[in-house]
């Protein structure tokens, strides 16, 4: 069974970081591309970044772009997102997602995901 779990979301104020932690288990996880999503409420899903199985190959939301970093440690099994200079139209849940090493649609169709977590909340307050 795939799991997906999140964590580090938090309430930060705005201008701080964050690091989101996503912990896989149930695949082989250096033989998928990793996606972090986010939804803000009354809004739908977007992408915020995509990295592929070697590291080689990062993504960004050009919301985000500058200001997030995705990273993955295959060792540990696990994906993250540094967060910083945040700004309070970052608050969402933010998901990760997987899917499959040779899937070479565009990496921010969300549809292309196979698996994904629980989500983690952000709030950024002002």
């Known amino acids: 069974q795939v799991q997906l779990v999140e964590s580090g979301g938090g309430l930060v104020q705005a201008g701080g970081s964050l690091r989101l932690s996503c912990a896989a288990s149930?695949?082989?996880?250096?033989?998928?591309?990793l996606g972090w999503f986010r939804q803000a409420p009354g809004k739908e899903r977007e992408f915020v970044a995509a990295?592929?199985?070697?590291?080689?190959?990062?993504y960004y939301a050009d919301s985000v772009k500058g200001r997030f970093t995705i990273s993955r440690d295959n060792a540990k099994n696990t994906v993250y997102l540094q967060m910083n200079s945040l700004k309070p139209e970052d608050t969402a849940a933010y998901y990760c997602a997987a899917r499959s090493w040779n899937d070479y649609s565009n990496v921010r169709d969300q549809g292309r995901y196979g698996y994904w977590g629980q989500g983690t909340q952000v709030t950024v307050s002002s």
């Open positions: 149930g695949l082989t996880f250096s033989s998928h591309t």
């Open positions: 990295i592929s199985v070697s590291s080689r190959n990062t």
